[in-house]
């Protein structure tokens, strides 16, 4: 990474403010018990919806964060909460199993191969994007995407060299908002460059 | 059910509807499951939009886990 590069970074960095969302009287879900257990508090406690519950916790950058709020009766509310640690994570299959599967997608390995790369780079393309990714999102450079229950969506553009030319290329990651700062890679090729 | 099986969705609803997805669709889980929910994406096509950047026309939608199957032959 180039210096000048590099201080543009910091700068947003520290220009950034940090809120987290906060569904009340749920803990977030950091595992599958308590994932389980938020599931059945959803079933028992009708005014509690998975969507509410899959972004409590879940920080974003005060400028670019989900309107509140989510529906009518939401009583989620979002506190400041200055900077935050991110944490950008993936697992490999995302890149052998299914980018660089013939069956999988529609198009999506033969696009990585004009660009030159293999299965084989697949561990150099998962450590490159979350890289990049960790950058961008403390940053606050992603866009949000689709809100459903599941949780919410960020797409993050990321930017490297074609393995063949050397040509610059972009294309957008898609991702979603775990708790306290935490992306993880829904899928390193997909969706839209524009707010949902 | 595990990440990156395909899946075919076997009950009829209002709200996957809204978001793309039809019964009897097939779509690759891309998220394990978040309560109660899994994330399926049905792909979509490859274009670039007006600034270059490589984007997709998929969906991704949030599925409740017993609305689907796992399809062991997509064929």
């Known amino acids: 990474m180039e210096l000048s590069q590099a201080n543009v970074y910091v700068k947003k960095m520290f220009s950034c403010e940090w809120v987290k969302w906060i569904h009340p009287g749920s803990a977030p879900a950091e595992t599958s018990a308590a994932k389980r257990g938020n599931v059945d508090n959803a079933l028992l406690n009708s005014r509690h919806c998975a969507s509410c519950l899959n972004m409590n916790g879940c920080c974003f950058e005060k400028g670019n964060c989900p309107e509140n709020p989510l529906h009518e009766h939401c009583h989620c509310h979002y506190e400041d909460i200055g900077t935050i640690t991110v944490r950008a994570t993936s697992v490999i299959e995302k890149y052998t199993k299914y980018i660089f599967e013939n069956e999988k997608n529609k198009g999506k390995k033969a696009l990585f191969e004009a660009w030159g790369f293999s299965s084989l780079d697949s561990d150099f393309l998962k450590k490159e994007i979350e890289r990049q990714a960790q950058i961008a999102f403390q940053c606050g450079d992603y866009i949000l995407g689709k809100r459903n229950e599941y949780g919410q969506r960020i797409s993050i553009v990321i930017h490297l060299k074609r393995k063949d030319t050397g040509e610059e290329i972009a294309f957008v990651t898609g991702w979603m908002s775990y708790p306290d700062g935490r992306i993880e890679l829904n899928t390193p090729y997909g969706g839209k460059n524009e707010r949902a | ?75």
């Open chain 2, 1 to 75: 059910m595990k990440e990156l099986d395909w899946v075919r969705l076997i009950k009829d609803r209002a709200r996957y509807r809204e978001q793309g997805m039809n019964l009897g669709d097939i779509g690759i889980v891309m998220g394990g499951e978040r309560n109660g929910y899994v994330l399926v994406v049905i792909e979509g096509e490859i274009y670039q939009d007006e600034n270059g950047v490589y984007c997709t026309t998929e969906k991704d939608v949030a599925v409740r886990v017993e609305d689907l199957e796992v399809v062991t032959d997509k064929k």
